[in-house]
Nanobody, 116 residues
Framework: QVQLVESGGGLVQPGGSLRLSCTASGSDFSLNTMYWYRQAPGTQRDVVAVIGRLGGTNYADSVKGRFTISRDNAKNTVYLQMDGLKPDDTAVYYC??????????WGQGTQVTVSS
């Protein structure tokens, strides 16, 4: 059973930083592509960042230069470092893992609120 557990969300002022973590179990983490998505109230869930098994990354235009995705295969964990946070970044952030065969699994989500 593949499970993902996110942590690190919270309330932060505009311009501040947060680091989200997502720890996976139940699969060979090093082979999986890892994603961070986010969903604000009344909107669809959109991809924020992705990191491949070899470490290649890609970002949504709205977060380029502010967010950094990374992974630690020894800890089965993917991170999302978020700097220069804006009120528009307020959302529930979800971690997703995709196995080599294409099956995807989601975490439960963690709330990020950017407000003064």
């Amino acid at each position: 059973q593949v499970q993902l557990v996110e942590s690190g969300g919270g309330l932060v002022q505009p311009g501040g930083s947060l680091r989200l973590s997502c720890t996976a179990s139940g699969s060979d983490f090093s082979l999986n592509t890892m994603y961070w998505y986010r969903q604000a109230p009344g909107t669809q869930r959109d991809v924020v960042a992705v990191i491949g098994r070899l470490g290649g990354t890609n970002y949504a235009d709205s977060v380029k230069g502010r967010f950094t995705i990374s992974r630690d295969n020894a800890k089965n964990t993917v991170y999302l470092q978020m700097d220069g946070l804006k009120p528009d970044d307020t959302a529930v952030y979800y971690c997703k893992t995709v196995l080599p065969g294409g099956t995807g699994y989601w975490g439960q989500g963690t709330q990020v609120t950017v407000s003064s």
